[in-house]
């Protein structure tokens, strides 16, 4: 997309500072940057996709440098109204990013691999950006699941299985990792999950967030406000769980990808 309208679109699926979101969600952003964190020590990375920025600051304590982008204009004026001259932020497209070749040892992708036009245009571009050696970060959230249920102006979901071959293509090797197991729903939780499964069937599910926020509040409980910038808890989540690549996973809500180039460690 490179209209108005797409931006528009997206500002439509994109929880902002102020929002109310799950405490759940919180938890997932937690879990995700904090992970992030641990392969960014004294690197120079950047984020694409980075939305309104609520994990830039832990990315930002752990990096050598950081900079990052979003395509979409009005959500990054978000990241720029908080953080303002801390972190270099621009309007980029995960395909065609403003950086030279070989200048950063981490790419960040959160939850947004399944709205590129083209994921393999994306990790040919990941490959230019790189240094050899370098590392992409993804997390996305599980197709393989029972009740998953796909984002309004999705392309493309990919499980396990799908982004080990899809890295591989472009000779890079992966860790997967799953986070927040699925475990067994309580009669409430079954009976919620059904409801969701054919409200996904019947083309019901809402679009937007403002949309969803009614079946959030009645899967998950009173929310809580969006902040402006995540910040470390005394009970950060527990680590993910390493993950065999031969098999789809059918346990965890979300995957997280360490991809390195072929022949480095992937940690």
């Known amino acids: 997309m490179n209209s108005d309208s797409g931006h528009s679109n997206f500002q439509t699926v994109t929880e902002m500072p102020g929002d109310p979101v799950s405490r759940i969600q919180i938890t997932r952003l937690l ?3 904090g992970w992030a964190a641990g392969y960014c020590q004294n690197k120079d990375v950047v984020e694409a996709g980075c939305g309104a920025g609520p ?16 395509y979409c204009e009005p959500i990054l004026e978000r ?9 270099p932020l621009s309007c980029f497209d995960a395909l065609q990013m403003p950086f030279a070749d070989a200048s950063k040892d981490v790419v960040v992708l959160f939850e947004a691999i ?4 083209s994921a393999s245009d994306f990790l040919v571009e990941c490959k230019r950006v790189l240094r050899p050696g370098g590392i992409v970060l993804l997390a996305t959230a599980n197709k393989d699941l029972w009740d998953f249920h796909p984002s309004a102006f999705s392309v493309r979901y990919y499980g396990v299985v799908d982004l ?7 000779g890079f090797a992966t860790q997967f990792f799953g986070f927040e197991r699925a475990g067994q729903p309580s009669i ?11 409200a996904v069937a019947s083309r019901l599910m809402p679009k937007t967030m403002a949309g969803k926020r009614w079946l959030k509040r009645l899967i998950f409980g009173a929310p809580v406000p969006m902040p402006n910038e995540l910040v470390r808890v005394a009970d950060m989540p527990p680590d993910p769980e390493l993950l065999a690549d031969s098999r789809p996973d059918t346990v965890h809500r979300i995957i997280y990808c360490a991809a390195t180039l072929a022949g480095q460690d992937c940690d």
């Not at 399944?114 to 036009?117: D, E, K």
């Not at 080990?164 to 472009?170: G, I, M, N, R, S």
């Open 31 to 33: 879990s995700r940057y």
């Open 55 to 70: 994990g830039l600051g832990l990315l930002e304590q752990a990096s050598k440098s950081l900079e990052a982008g979003d």
């Open 79 to 87: 990241a720029r109204s908080h953080y303002g001259e801390r972190i």
């Open 114 to 117: 399944y709205y590129l036009p």
């Open 164 to 170: 080990k071959e899809l890295f591989a293509e472009h």
């Open 188 to 198: 409430r939780a079954k009976a919620l999950r059904l409801i969701k499964r054919i």
